[in-house]
């Protein structure tokens, strides 16, 4: 069978993470600045007040004044999800993330490790924990098992079985179904409700209305899936990862290019790179007052020539919004290969920053890790004195 | 894959440091670390990041004490104490 964990609201719920007690409270997503002013995902006391997804801002604030909006926190997100993936694939999932909160798997793998489907489940819910109030479902089809996760509640998993998938889609709303939300209200106005009410009208002539995306919606309101597929596990992404936090607020590029440049230096010299070259980076900050940014630069051919990886990444820091208080760098891909062109004669200065290097081994084993640092100028016009260069320390 | 990850604190160079200081009634210093002042050379204030949580009101003295050192000492008014640091 084919498993679903959904966790509702998952980006609202991953910026409040740090703000737990708002979850209680009416609260949404606020619109990224510049898009268009809908609300994001809502807390179960804003649905309660009336305020849904994909609302207009005005219409929200005047359905409920006390309406709090949260500002988006996409690098948390992806993080937390990143780390709920990782808790599922140490518990023996071979997971398929779908989008942040919605991930399937196969079960059959696992049923025969925790002694049935529903212990399975029970063990899947466990793993992303109960403080993300996951659901799971589970059928022969994924679109059902998502629907039974859809209509679990918080910490319970609901199976259906193949027989029953048609009865058990039937009566449940439309909002399930992959659709657009002008496709709904224009479905509602027809007087179609439920998926029940979807899948009883004829095949072409909801093609003919609403195009091959409400033929696929027809297809999985019957019970079918076109296209179907088997669940594809994700192959998990190596997280090798560098972070330098400033004893303040750097918005300065050249600042923040000489910041890049130590973390560059200490994140090839990891040694469980094993000599592989990136080929896809990111760049992370946590901005003053909270908000994150984070941008991802996949390389045209991988390499791990700092100079390169300079040029790439550098142009990035000029997009940063807000002045920055950590900045990470982390590799989200290696190549497989460590084969480089090598040269015939070594670099100029090869010997000596081999000395170099061999030297700093000596002081660090000598007086233990954070003895050697490197001195990175971040203000050196500032009148505080404390503020005109940083000691970043150095353990590669 | 797993691999383990790392974080590095940076830390400011030239972080200020305690200073005993006796001070004449005027506020200029009279004694630095048990040593008397010989010369005030130089004196001046920076104040800056007034718009923070963490405003800085610092008065500066640049010193020659009577054994010859070189001295760099501050008065922070919001902490209303004395530092020592390489200007």
């Known amino acids: ?396 | 894959m797993r691999f383990a990850t790392s974080r590095a604190r940076a830390r400011p160079l030239n972080a200020p440091r305690p200073a005993l200081v006796e001070a004449h009634a005027e506020g200029t210093p009279q004694r630095v670390n048990r040593q008397g002042v010989a010369l005030v050379r130089e004196e001046w204030r920076v104040v800056d990041r007034w718009w923070t949580d963490v405003p800085v009101h610092r008065r500066y003295f640049d010193l020659v004490l009577e054994s010859g050192e070189n001295a760099v000492v501050y008065h922070d008014a919001d902490a209303g104490a004395w530092f020592t640091q390489r200007a």
């Open chain 1, 1 to 396: 069978m084919i498993a679903a964990v959904v966790i509702p609201a998952f980006d609202l719920r991953a910026a409040l993470r740090r703000r737990p007690a708002v979850q209680a409270r009416p609260a949404a997503l606020a619109p990224l600045p510049g898009t268009e002013p809908l609300v994001g995902s809502v807390t179960g006391a804003a649905e309660a007040a009336g305020v849904r997804p994909g609302m207009r801002l005005s219409e929200a604030l005047g359905m409920c004044p006390s309406l709090e909006l949260v500002e988006q926190d996409p690098a948390t997100a992806e993080q937390a999800w990143e780390e709920i993936l990782r808790r599922l694939e140490d518990s023996g999932f071979a997971v398929e993330p779908d989008r942040p909160g919605v991930v399937y798997f196969d079960s059959r793998g696992v049923e025969r490790l925790y002694g049935g489907l529903e212990p399975a489940l029970k063990r899947a819910l466990a793993a992303v924990g109960t403080a993300w109030e996951p659901r799971a479902g589970a059928a022969e089809r994924r679109f059902a098992a998502l629907a039974a996760a859809g209509v679990a509640r918080a910490g319970q998993s609901l199976i259906v079985s193949e027989e029953r998938a048609r009865a058990f889609l039937a009566p449940l709303p439309l909002q399930l179904l992959p659709l657009e939300r002008e496709r709904y209200e224009e479905l509602e106005e027809l007087g179609v409700r439920t998926i029940g009410q979807l899948a009883g009208l004829p095949g072409g002539a909801v093609a003919e209305r609403l195009g091959p995306v409400g033929r696929r919606a027809w297809s999985l309101a019957g019970g079918e899936e076109p296209g179907e597929r088997k669940v594809a596990p994700r192959r998990p992404a190596a997280a090798l990862h560098e972070t330098l936090e400033f004893p303040e607020a750097i918005g300065n590029e050249l600042t923040l290019r000489r910041g890049l440049v130590v973390l560059l230096d200490k994140l090839l010299a990891r040694p469980e790179r094993a000599g592989r070259p990136p080929r896809k980076l990111a760049l992370w900050a946590r901005l003053i007052g909270g908000a994150s940014w984070r941008r991802t630069v996949t390389l045209r051919e991988p390499t791990a020539d700092p100079e390169r990886l300079r040029n790439a990444l550098g142009p990035k820091l000029a997009e940063l919004p807000a002045p920055a208080l950590k900045l990470r760098l982390e590799v989200s891909e290696l190549a497989d290969h460590t084969g480089e062109q090598l040269e015939l004669v070594a670099a100029e200065g090869a010997a000596l920053h081999g000395r170099l290097r061999e030297s700093l081994r000596q002081v660090r084993a000598a007086v233990g890790s954070g003895g050697v640092s490197t001195v990175v100028e971040v203000a050196p016009w500032s009148r505080i004195p404390e503020a005109r260069a940083l000691l970043v320390p150095r353990d590669d």
